[in-house]
């Protein structure tokens, strides 16, 4: 049981969880993210349940499966099923532009959803084309997915820029101009420093954990926590269980299984990996918040399409035990706060505007 103590702080508090993917179920499967569906980890039921206030949903564009002439077109299918979930359920979620809309739907009891985009390449080289993404409700993009775009490299693919390419530097000065959180979850860490380097706003990592903790490639290293610090950004501490465990990072790369959220061979071993307990989700809470200090640290569980999660963690109805958590290693109310969501609003703040 969730103490009575921590139950009321997380329930009081705005809950920002900054990266799901949930949204291809709708899309692709004709889902509806308002049924309470047993085998998914994110419905508005669940966030209910969970005390999550807002949530962002990505439109991730699968680069190894579709062609660059999709890319548009498909981050369109996820933006538009997005609105129409808002429009099917205005009594229960609503679309937010600001920390403000989230803030305001917290006090009216409903939902906030805020639109997101994994991946530069949905952009298709095209200032115009982000900035219509903007004009929709887009509020973060990440720099690249795992892949490399035609202007910055990705952290799982080869290196063809060097990080950030002049297109990439003017994607980053063009994000901050229109108000689009410059996150760096994804990136290789050269891409990293040059959008550090050439921003001037608060950056994310809406779904990265740490690297001292679990060296997978996706991780942050604490030169890099730091840095987020100084920049006055938020690290949001991801739940994919091989970013949270070094154990089954290890494991799964003895089974030669190298990828990260979605892999067909994940599916067949499952059965005999050893899945973290949620408690290691807040060890990289906590060692972010010894690095980067309580201002920067946030959550991104990346529910939607884990094939497997932390043992406690299994779906977004389970978000209040992170409180517990919390609780019980000793933090304040008002630092807690600032991880489930405070520190989100305020990089919002600083780069959308109020
Ligand atoms: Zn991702």
Known sequence: MVSQWARELHFSSIV???HSDSLVWTLDEGEDLADDLAHRQLTLPRMRAGGVTAQFMAAWVDPGRLGPETYVRRTLDFIDAMHRT????PDQIELAHTAADVRRLKAEGKLAAILCIEGGHSIDDDLAVL?????????????????TNNWADGILDEARHGGLSDLGRA????MDRLGVIVDVSHASVETFWDALETGSKPVMASHSSCTQLCAHLRNLNDDQLRAIANNGGVACVTYVPQFVSEGLRLQ???LGVTGTEGEATFRQVSGE????AYTEIVDHVEHMINVAG????????????LLAAPVGMEDCSRVPWVTEELVRRGYSDDDIRK??????LRVMEAVIGE
């Open 16 to 18: 920002v969880d900054t």
């Open 86 to 89: 808002c429009a099917a359920h």
């Open 131 to 147: 900035r219509m993404y903007h004009r929709l409700g887009v509020r973060y993009m990440t720099l690249t997915w795992n892949n």
């Open 171 to 174: 994607v980053v000065r063009e």
């Open 252 to 254: 799964l790369e003895e």
């Open 273 to 276: 990996l050893v899945l973290p």
């Open 294 to 305: 309580i201002d920067h640290v946030g959550l991104g569980s990346d529910f939607g399409v």
């Open 339 to 344: 991880v489930l969501g405070e520190n989100v």
